[in-house]
DNA sequence: TTCATCAGTAAGCGTACGCTTACATTATGA
DNA sequence: TCATAATGTAAGCGTACGCTTACTGATGAA
């Protein structure tokens, strides 16, 4: 009998690495040439792992949205009397915001949402990323109980506009660290509770 | 003696199309033949009009902001009293958001950010829009002088990112119109006055 | 040991792309 | 008119890319 096949453990092993790649360089420029190379490997292997560059790029969205939803996982079981879940989050993403290339890849696919695999993996993306934020949004409202609070809902929308535009401005250099920190802090507290500090 | 030289009329000519075809395929799957057979020409004519493709790309960038500033100041000049320019402005933007394709573009050359030419040209288009929307927001502030409303520039960047996540919804089908107005009314109304509608 | 299957190497095929070259035609001011 | 530069057409050059093929070596249950 042959050898166990150990296709998913290397598509596991080698899933970070090239989703960095994309992450780096952008869909089209990352070549599958590229990605062997960093994986250490020859082309035909990642041909094996998957069908079509098309799904390797697809395969880094999945891995970047596991990989922040297990982050903010962990942030949130940390039991902090002080803050609501809502606040430790964007306090988390005000310092360590993008820090792996996440928008980045989200970036690269929305310049190829004529294909609708890609678009598909995207959308999915973003409703549970929205979902996440609304969730911890509620559960802020209802413990805060204000009078006046934002549509959780569109208070969530919103966050994740201000998440996209600080990664921009972090991307392009337009705002400093400092500057950034104090967006994400003001900004992010005025969804929440519905009127400024 | 030679024929009057034209380059500068068949460049403004011919930016929008140019401009139309990366907001519909991206920087890199948009190739030059297909921008010559879209201008009509062949494709060494548009190398005569700017040296390389890359250039055409950030002519477009330019293109794409000159014209939204058009637009807006042509609705600024449209006297209202009721109410506010930045009120005009949201309401305008939730109506007639991303009708050329002005984001499409902004995502195409994020990915192409460790370009330094193509991160400047991105720069200096945010700055301008920033600066734009803080102005008409600080206006905003003046007239209408609540006690506590959200500093003027952080707004404004909330804002941007506010029409950011408005032009992805809309580009990945996230939200219904009717949806995506109602997040730019009611946030919008938020980060301007500082309180929840 | 056998042998079917998996894992890895090396090379290359067909195509598409950015950009250039070579050349013909046209318009214009001296 | 006519020299001259602008404008237009057609073809192709070199390269890079996505993906495949052909092959060799390793693995491990029967």
Redesign the interface.
Same mark, same amino acid.
């Given at each position: 009998m042959p050898r166990r096949n150990q296709t998913n453990e290397k598509r596991r092993e080698l899933l970070p690495i090239v989703a960095r790649a994309f992450a780096?360089?952008?869909?089209?420029?990352t070549t599958t040439a590229e990605l062997a190379e960093r994986c250490g490997v020859q082309e035909n292997i990642l041909y094996r792992l998957w069908p079509d560059k098309k799904a390797m790029f697809i395969a880094a969205i999945g891995y970047v949205y596991d990989l922040s939803v297990a982050i903010w996982s962990r942030l949130l079981k940390e039991e902090e009397d002080e803050k609501t879940a809502a606040e430790r989050l964007l306090a988390y993403e005000a310092e360590h915001l993008g820090e792996f290339g996440h928008s980045?890849i989200v970036? *690269?696919g929305? %310049?190829?949402?004529?294909d609708p695999d890609i678009?598909a993996a995207?959308?999915d993306m973003?409703?549970r990323y929205?979902r996440f934020v609304r969730e911890q949004i509620a559960a802020h409202q209802a413990r805060r109980h204000k009078t006046?609070?934002?549509?959780a809902a569109?208070?969530a929308?919103?966050v994740?506009?201000?998440?996209?535009? *600080?990664s921009? %401005?972090r991307?392009?250099?337009?705002?400093s660290d400092r500057q950034r920190r104090?967006?994400m802090a003001?900004?992010g507290r005025?969804?929440l509770e519905?009127?400024?500090?």
């Open positions: 780096e360089r952008g869909y089209r420029r980045r970036f *690269a929305l %310049s190829e949402t004529d678009q995207l959308a973003y409703q929205q006046t609070t934002p549509d569109l208070a929308w919103a994740v506009g201000l998440g996209t535009v *600080a921009i %401005s991307e392009l250099g337009l705002l104090r967006l003001e900004i005025l969804l519905g009127s400024a500090a």
